[in-house]
């Protein structure tokens, strides 16, 4: 079934203590995608990957890291979360051209 | 990206049409009108997407006006399942994908 999976869907950790959420796509996409969506602030950018070892920033990209070392991977690390981190993140990918993005289900994460 | 406004929220009765507006009058000409759906907390579903004509597939009709400047996306037969924010995006040929406060649809019974 083609798929974008994110894990661990559900996460909470403490201040300070790094941490990495996994993406991958089973789709051969080029672009992938993160976002977070939080109540009143609806969904946005985080980064953004063309392709291997090409990588952007998008709208909220502070305390992010992101890297895409393989075309299906594309894992978001935070090195140092803070509360201000606690959100609902999506994974997305999509072929070039006029195609849709497919999400993945999302990881709800809790910085305590 | 083009700026989408959306109304933010609007009621459908169960196997009526449904019809979404959408207001895009800052698109670009390379720049699709793509639909999404988020239901609760899942994931956004991608719907369907036009550029200049009027598009259908399995879930959905968009009508595209001939400006280019507003769309409109169509559920045929709306069931309950099919409540849901509606998102109408603007996007280019990047892999910028900005979404605005979209339409929260309720179908009734």
């Known amino acids: 079934e083609a798929q974008v999976t994110q894990n661990p869907r559900y996460l909470i950790t403490v201040t300070g203590k790094k941490l990495t959420v996994t993406c991958s796509q089973n789709?051969?996409?080029?672009?992938m995608s993160w976002y977070r969506q939080d109540p009143g602030l609806g969904l946005r950018q985080i980064y953004y990957?063309?392709?291997?070892?090409?990588?952007d920033k998008g709208d909220v990209p502070e305390g992010y890291k992101v890297s895409r070392k393989e075309k299906r991977n594309f894992p978001l690390i935070l090195e140092s979360p803070s509360p201000n981190q606690t959100s609902l993140y999506f994974c997305?990918?999509?072929?070039?051209?006029?195609?849709?993005?497919?999400f993945g289900s999302g990881t709800r994460l809790t910085v305590v | 990206d083009a700026k989408t406004t959306q109304p933010p929220s609007m009621d459908c009765a169960e196997g009526r049409a449904a019809n979404l507006p959408c207001n895009h009058s800052t698109i670009s000409g390379n720049e699709y009108v793509y639909w999404y759906r988020q239901i609760h907390s899942q994931g956004p579903q991608y719907i369907i997407h036009?550029?200049?004509n009027n598009e259908t597939n399995e879930m959905a009709s968009l009508i595209i006006t001939e400006d280019r400047k507003s769309s409109t996306l169509i559920l045929p037969h709306a069931t309950l399942r099919d409540t849901a924010v509606y998102y109408c995006?603007?996007?280019?040929?990047?892999?910028?994908?900005?979404f605005g406060g979209g339409t929260r649809v309720l179908v009734k019974p």
């Open positions: 789709m051969n996409h080029e672009y």
């Open positions: 997305a990918s999509r072929s070039t051209g006029p195609y849709g993005y497919t």
């Open positions: 990957s063309m392709n291997v070892e090409v990588t």
């Open positions: 995006i603007g996007q280019g040929a990047g892999n910028k994908l900005t």
């Open positions: 036009g550029l200049k």
